[in-house]
């Protein structure tokens, strides 16, 4: 007889979180202007913004945050975290920095001209930014079947070999500084890379002579999908994929918050001492030496451990399936989600799920702020508002896709949890024709507009 499925955890601190009503809700969103950026955590009941840095700590954690050493220079905190990303990662420099966006920052200071274009999977918003930040050019090469939400591939995060092969025959190799292939891709809905076209990917990058870099911020995550459908690694750990995965590429930058399981944190590994020399120097200039580089001991302490907790197999099956507990809930009712569900978020696809709020009133905002007046959830509007506009026309730019992200914090919430968002949505998509009109924007800053918005409603 096969039982239930049960976490392989048990709970040992307890935060609580506050119940409020719907006409609270209304009030409160109307104060915030409709953006749910603008709320205060204590007027939310399931946060379901991002899984970066929201994710609970184990005791192991905890106890090693007791044992940090602070020392500004080769601490022993330092040490620790650099033998375990090199077991891990198999990668052999360390340069600890801040969050993910800062080893972005680091990392390309050191490595991108204006002018250079860098070919990856749907760059996350933060890699595109500091690419474009430096008058460089990200070419998105993913798989044309990444846009098609209905549409089952198992690893819709591949590089297309065509497109970027592409690429290297059009630019000279000198403004190519770098391959980035993000596992899992988050933009593309947290869908995994398969290990075939990781090692397709590499042996292109090599027969070019450009180097690979791996955004790794859900790298474990990817490395689960692999054992699960990738039929060679079937029987392989998850700290045997991970190694091999990386053992592809020349080096990786990593948001910490996500598959490292701490609040804050992030780094740059690679194995190329040219690359990690030049990277040093901005390294200390940006974030700090580069034996903490923008973290306390105690936090690199954290991040030591919890990157070995989040290469165990019984961790990502608690973590993974969770998600796609909640995606099979809402599959069964339904509800327009995009598929195949991916590694940390369930996106609602609105332009199936309220298709009678015309676009230019917003409409995947406009589903966002309703799941959080009906049930307390905060999701994410990923569309036209986060799209920003045209920068020559300063028209609205409308994306194929108006997206819902709900994201999951790791080992947070429970599965009633779950059935709890499930059932807010589920209300929603059922009385959902009764919604003809949506919102319109008072207020935006000329980029990045999403998180300081403030919209009325119509
Ligand atoms: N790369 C990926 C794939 C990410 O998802 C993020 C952050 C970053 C880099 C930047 O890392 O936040 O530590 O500076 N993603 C968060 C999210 C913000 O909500 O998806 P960071």
């Known amino acids: 007889m096969e039982f239930p499925y049960a976490e392989p955890f048990k709970i040992k601190s307890v935060e609580n979180i506050k119940r409020s009503t719907i006409a609270q809700r209304k009030q409160w969103i109307q104060e915030a202007h409709y953006n749910l950026f603008n709320l205060k955590s204590d007027q939310v009941f399931i946060d379901l913004l991002t899984d970066s840095g929201t994710g609970a700590m184990s005791d192991n954690q905890w106890a090693e945050i007791m044992k940090g050493d602070e020392a500004y ?9 650099k033998a375990n990303v090199q077991r891990i990662t198999g990668y052999k420099y360390l340069i600890p920095t801040h969050q993910g966006r800062a080893a972005e920052n680091v990392l390309f200071s050191a490595m991108v001209n204006a002018g ?6 749907s760059h996350f918003d933060t890699t595109k930014g500091h690419i474009e930040f430096r008058k460089a050019k990200a070419i998105d090469c993913t798989i044309d079947e990444a846009s098609d939400t209905s549409k089952f591939h198992p690893f819709k995060g591949n590089v297309d070999l065509n497109k970027l092969e592409k690429v290297f025959k059009t630019y000279p190799k000198e403004k190519i500084p770098m391959v980035i292939m993000t596992v899992t891709c988050n933009t593309a809905g947290g869908q995994p890379v398969s290990m075939k076209n990781i090692q397709e990917t590499s042996e292109l990058c090599r027969r070019y002579g450009i180097p690979l870099f791996f955004d790794g ?10 054992k699960k459908r990738e039929d060679a690694y079937k029987h392989k750990t998850i700290k045997e994929i991970v190694r091999e995965m990386f053992s592809y590429g020349d080096g990786m930058t990593m948001s910490a918050k996500k598959d490292g399981l701490v609040n804050m944190g992030g780094f740059i590994a690679t194995n190329d001492v040219a690359i990690y020399n030049k990277a040093t120097v901005f390294a200390i200039l940006f974030e700090g030496f580069i034996t903490y580089g923008g973290m306390s001991g105690r936090d690199m302490g954290a991040l030591a451990i919890g990157l070995d907790e989040a290469t165990e197999f019984d961790y990502l099956e608690s973590r993974v399936e969770q998600v796609h507990y909640l995606g099979r809930k809402l599959m069964s009712a339904d509800v327009p989600v ?15 799920f309220v298709p009678t709020i015309p676009r230019e009133q917003y409409r995947a905002q406009a589903l966002a702020v309703e799941l959080y007046i009906v049930g307390g959830i905060r999701g994410v ?3 036209t508002i986060l799209a920003d506009r045209n920068p020559e026309t300063g028209e609205n730019r409308y994306p194929d896709l108006e997206l819902v992200r709900l994201a999951i914090p790791r080992r947070t919430y429970t599965n009633n949890h779950m059935d709890y968002v499930a059932a807010v949505i589920e209300h929603v998509y059922h009385t959902r024709k009764e919604a003809k009109t949506g919102y319109e924007i008072i207020y935006e800053a000329p980029v990045l507009r999403h998180f300081t918005v403030k919209l009325r409603k119509i």
């Not at 911020?217 to 692999?226: D, G, L, M, Q, T």
Request: proline residues 5%; hydrophobic residues 40%.
């Open 217 to 226: 911020a859900r790298f474990a995550e990817n490395a689960y999908f692999i």
């Open 73 to 81: 220079a080769g601490s022993r905190s330092f040490e620790l975290l």
């Open 338 to 352: 995009q598929q195949p569900i991916g590694g940390h978020a369930i996106y609602l696809d609105a332009n199936k």
């Open 116 to 121: 250079d274009v860098i070919p990856g999977n």
């Open 381 to 383: 509007e990923i569309g």
